[in-house]
């Protein structure tokens, strides 16, 4: 009987890379301080998340989520365990190269904005296409935070301070901060949090309309409504994931 061979399955870079999870953590732990009174914020958390998926964290205030977006982010460093997000172990690199890293790789939303108040709506844009790259020319951040803007419904409001726009507004500027230097992954900690449900949808919806062109979104929420619009629920409950699944 003649064998069969089967023909050699060639994979290109690109497709081995997005064959593998954007982020993966083990045992990924943060606690504050030594002995009895140490404060946990994670304990020995895993967790693999996709290319293009929309991720809702879940629980109670106190039980870790913040915590894991700011790991997740590249704002805090793990006290133990190890976190690789696009084939990067973030948790070795040193501080420098850490915030360098999070510059061109991860897009951020709070809550509260954190817009700076003195710039208007470009230059907030723009700050974070020269975090990303210092060496794109100034007509070249311009245009890219006007295009970032224009994505998020304010092309007309980019001279616009954060005190002279609304907190939706300031939101969807924040948004278009955190989309500017197309990263592969945003975390958004509470983004609707400090929203009317209107203002709250049109920045959910500009959120998880990122995920099509491969974006990974993580969406910390308290929204149980927003929670059932993604991919998957994940429920913490002091430090540790209690559910992950998909829906
Ligand atoms: N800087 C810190 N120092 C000490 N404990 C902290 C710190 N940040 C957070 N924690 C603790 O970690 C736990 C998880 O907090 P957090 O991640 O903010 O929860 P959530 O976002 O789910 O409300 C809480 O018990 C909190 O008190
Ligand atoms: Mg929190």
Redesign the pocket.
């Known amino acids: 009987m003649e064998l069969m061979v089967q023909p050699p399955v060639v994979r290109t870079p690109a497709s081995v890379e997005r064959a593998r999870p954007l982020v993966e953590a083990l045992d990924l732990t943060r606690r504050?301080g030594k002995g009895p009174t140490a404060?946990?914020?994670i304990d020995r958390v895993d967790l693999a998340l996709g290319h293009g998926e929309l991720v809702a964290i879940v629980?109670p205030?106190?039980?870790?989520?913040?915590?894991?977006g700011a790991l997740l982010a590249g704002i805090d460093r793990p006290s133990a365990g190890s976190l690789v997000v696009d084939g990067v172990r973030i948790d070795q690199l040193s501080d420098d190269r850490l915030a360098r890293w999070r510059g061109s790789n991860v897009g951020i939303v709070f809550q509260n904005f954190h817009l700076l108040p003195t710039l208007d709506a470009r230059e907030n844009v723009e700050l974070a296409v020269k975090l990303a790259d210092g060496s794109t020319s100034r007509r070249n951040r311009r245009l890219r935070s006007l295009d970032a803007l224009q994505a998020v419904g304010l092309a007309d409001k980019a001279k616009r301070l954060p005190t002279q726009l609304s907190g939706g507004e300031q939101q969807r500027v924040a948004v278009a901060r955190a989309l500017v230097a197309q990263p592969r992954l945003i975390v958004a900690d509470e983004p609707t949090g400090s929203l009317d449900q209107e203002s709250g949808a049109v920045v959910f919806d500009l959120l998880a309309g990122l995920v099509s062109g491969g974006t990974t979104v993580v969406l910390?929420t308290h929204d149980e409504h927003l929670a059932t619009r993604t991919d998957r629920i994940i429920s913490?409950l002091d430090?540790r994931i209690v559910s992950s699944g998909a829906q």
Request: proline share 0%.
């Open positions: 504050w404060q946990l914020g629980g205030s106190g039980s870790g989520k913040s915590t894991l910390i913490m430090g």
